[in-house]
């Protein structure tokens, strides 16, 4: 089974709106951290938002905030007022067990968001 | 879907030693691959880029004679690093895809590397 799926291959918005991209996982360990990534075409991946398992409320970090549904085992990127730079491939990713164990890194298979003007 | 594996997935060795980390496709074949290290903050910086049978090509700033790496067939990678110390400690990501083309493959990423020079 997948532990990372993301539903979305490519998806459409216009700029100044705002994003959904999904992501749910699958994972039996209680601790875990769920991550997401940008890949613009350089191939460079950029760290945007972390979720720990045990956190109580939703990341946020500027323009990105993470809808963290544990018991639905999901965890959603929302971006905010998209830019024409948001263009990229995005990342889902799971790191199962605990943040200095750093084992079990699984990325999911990407969503390719394209920013239209 | 497809699988990456890398081997080993923990590494500790001493300072000045050399090692090796294998990144291989179970069922596919790679024609391209990469190499990322990740650091603190969570950022995975790309480290290089490497086509099958031929030289990769390494990211500004990344040293080459450094970080060997060897794509000798469709399957395997690897990525040496040579002369180990404590500052190369680190958690190596590889990810591997069927074609050069970005724009229509999925990269697929193995489940890491961490690698620990006492």
Known sequence: ???????????????????????????????????????????????????????????????????????????????????LGDSAMYFCAMREGPDNYGQNFVFGPGTRLSVLP | GAVVSQHPSRVICKSGTSVKIECRSLDFQATTMFWYRQFPKKSLMLMATSNEGSKATYEQGVEKDKFLINHASLTLSTLTVTSAHPEDSSFYICSARATSDSFSETQYFGPGTRLLVL
């Open chain 1, 1 to 83: 089974a997948q532990k990372i799926t993301q539903t979305q291959p490519g998806m459409f918005v216009q700029e100044k709106e705002a994003v959904t991209l999904d992501c749910t996982y699958d994972t039996s360990d209680p601790s875990y951290g769920l991550f997401w990534y940008k890949q613009p075409s350089s191939g460079e991946m950029i760290f945007l938002i972390y979720q720990g398992s045990y956190d109580q409320q939703n990341a946020t970090e500027g323009r990105y905030s993470l809808n963290f549904q544990k018991a639905r085992k999901s965890a959603n990127l929302v971006i905010s007022a998209s830019q």
